[in-house]
């Protein structure tokens, strides 16, 4: 499996952004997968993961009713929508996938201005 992420960019505080992640797999994407991020100095942290079955969704307490996820099976896609954000939220944004051993998307910049 390969993860390729698009999307990001820069936005004032109180903005969206939308990323996406296309998961290069011969099979049926049957494995969950979400996404993590890394800011300079922290360690990654789960953001959010969606089940195999695209329920089963947990989201990090501090992007909870602001951010989305939702996996398109058709196009081996999947998407994080993130609405009303912080300067906090900058990061870099790496697609996650819990196959065996895990997949790593190489990262994409999200950077929020105040």
């Known amino acids: 499996v390969q993860l390729v992420e698009s999307g990001g960019g820069l936005v004032q505080a109180g903005g969206s952004l939308n990323v996406s992640c296309v998961a290069f797999?011969?099979?049926?994407?049957?494995?969950?997968m979400g996404w993590y991020r890394q800011s300079p100095g922290k360690g990654r942290e789960a953001v959010t993961i969606?089940?195999?079955?695209?329920?089963?969704?947990i989201y990090l307490d501090s992007v909870k009713g602001r951010f989305t996820i939702s996996r398109d099976f058709t196009k081996k896609t999947v998407h994080l929508q993130m609405n009303s954000l912080k300067p906090e939220d900058t990061a870099t944004y790496y697609c996650?996938?819990?196959?065996?051993?895990?997949?790593w998307g190489k990262g994409i910049q999200v950077t929020v201005s105040s």
């Open positions: 969606s089940g195999w079955d695209g329920e089963r969704i």
């Open positions: 996650y996938a819990d196959t065996s051993p895990n997949t």
């Open positions: 797999d011969d099979g049926f994407m049957v494995y969950d």
